[in-house]
């Protein structure tokens, strides 16, 4: 992720700036009334001094679009990003372009009263040649740049299908608003923030400590459930799990964020919160967990509509289980189909070789074989050969990560699943249950060492 700090006005700010996180500082130039506006010769000295110290590159940052003008600004300076701040034309950016093809164009988009207000114009931007897009809010007065005011996070959503440019956002960003951006935030074209009194003491002053805190909070969540897998050393997604099918209380008086936290600590790639109330969970939980960690998370509940996966989505799920045996053949692919666009991951668990065949798009999906058996509410006993014999049937269908689900109490268990090829493996009750889950972990990854 890139970290623009933006209206940098003095050579002191530069250099306390090279020793913070920050990629890059906009130095306005053509803001007439603007704070921090330079003329062009303390532009072009401040931009000497960003090469000088070694830290962010300089970003110039303007409202003007006259081609010659901004020829003159960028030879004046050597600086080679140009931000257009203002309400440039698809045909001025076309001719900007044109006059300055090594540049880099970054073209802000103005969101105002819940809208981006050049949504007619992506596409034609992106035709005119426009590398990077930057979201940023407008005051209720009209005015633009540096506003403080918090961007609206489903403004921005309801254009990213349709941007195919990176894009950075801007607007009041601080440490409290990454929650709202969370989903901006794990797009594959977000490049970074940009801020300017977030980044202030109220005495205006730069604060190094306070960017690194924002860049902490706005960092992208890691990748989806499949790739945090396929790289992970122990590709076990550690289950929250209030309650065993049996009744039996699995938290122990230990709270969600508690268990967040043992689970981060015993390397778990990945977690997978049971909403479903047979289990004792509850869309608390969900937040709870939601709210304390930035892994991708499973969210296990019997999804039968299209909006209860819209609604797992903005609590924070990455992936939803989608389970075959309960699911009508029509359902099951429609569902999956659904989650996908929403950008979820589908978790489709299985128990007979004969469920694939509702299994539309495997290679988008992690499939998922249930040692244990739903229907009977989980309460007979685990058959972990049904996920041995199932293998060789689930890799056919193309699905990335092949996972062994449920009934697996011990790491010796655990190794075995994956020494015979599985890719994941979900863990609940035998993981809530263990005293000792470091070392529960600690013997999985030698057991799995010694298998290879
Ligand atoms: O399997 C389902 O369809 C289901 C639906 C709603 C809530 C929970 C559901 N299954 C429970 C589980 O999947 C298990 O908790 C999970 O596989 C872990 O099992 P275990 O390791 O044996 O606790």
């Not at 003329?39 to 006259?66: F, I, K, M, N």
Request: charge should be neutral; aromatic fraction near 4%; charged fraction near 20%.
């Amino acid at each position: 992720m890139r970290l623009k700090v933006c209206g940098v006005t003095g050579e002191d700010q530069l250099r306390l700036l090279a020793g913070a996180p920050v990629d890059l500082v906009g130095l306005w130039y053509g803001v007439p009334g603007g704070p921090a506006d330079l003329q062009l010769a303390e532009l072009a000295h401040l931009a000497a001094v960003a090469r000088a110290v070694g830290g962010p590159e300089p970003v110039l940052v303007t409202l003007l679009s006259d081609p010659a003008a901004l020829c003159a600004a960028v030879a004046a300076s050597g600086v080679s990003r140009v931000q257009l701040h203002g309400y440039t034309t698809p045909a001025q950016l076309r001719a900007v372009r044109a006059a300055l093809p090594e540049a880099e164009l970054l073209k802000v988009l103005h969101v105002r009263q819940g809208r981006v207000v050049e949504s007619a114009l992506l596409e034609a931007y992106q035709r005119a040649g426009a590398d990077v897009f930057l979201f940023d809010s407008v005051g209720e007065d009209g005015r633009i740049g540096s506003t403080g005011i918090p961007l609206d996070a489903s403004a921005v959503e309801a254009v990213l299908p349709r941007i195919d440019r990176p894009f950075l956002l801007a607007g009041g960003v601080s440490v409290a608003g990454a929650r709202a951006h969370r989903a901006a935030r794990q797009h594959p074209r977000f490049l970074g923030i940009d801020l300017d009194s977030g980044a202030r003491t109220p005495d205006g002053a730069f604060h190094p400590g306070l960017i690194r805190e924002i860049r902490a909070a706005w960092q992208p969540a890691p990748p989806g459930l499949a790739a945090a897998l396929s790289c992970a050393r122990l590709p076990v997604v550690m289950e929250l799990k209030a309650r065993s099918a049996h009744g039996q209380d699995l938290f122990r008086g230990r709270s969600a964020t508690r268990l967040v936290a043992e689970y981060t600590r015993a390397g778990a790639p990945a977690l997978s919160v049971v909403t479903g109330e047979w289990f004792g969970g509850s869309a608390a939980l969900l937040e709870e967990v939601a709210g304390a960690t930035e892994l991708p998370i499973l969210v296990k509940d019997f999804f039968t509509k299209e909006r209860q996966l819209a609604t797992a989505r903005a609590a924070g799920a990455a992936a939803v289980l989608l389970t075959a045996s309960v699911l009508p053949r029509t359902v099951l692919p429609r569902l999956i189909t659904a989650a996908l666009a929403l950008g979820l991951t589908p978790f489709v668990e299985i128990t007979e070789e004969a469920e694939l065949a509702a299994v539309v798009h495997p290679q988008a999906c992690v499939i998922a074989v249930n040692n244990k058996d739903i229907r009977q509410r989980e309460q007979g006993r685990a058959d972990l050969t049904r996920s041995l014999r199932l293998l060789p049937a689930v890799t056919a269908t193309g699905t990335p990560v092949p996972v062994s689900a449920s009934g697996i109490e011990t790491p010796q268990q655990a190794a075995a699943l994956l020494a015979a090829g599985y890719r994941g493996l979900l863990i609940g009750t035998g993981l809530l249950g263990s005293v000792d889950l470091d070392s529960w972990s600690a013997t999985l990854a030698r057991e799995s060492e010694l298998a290879r």
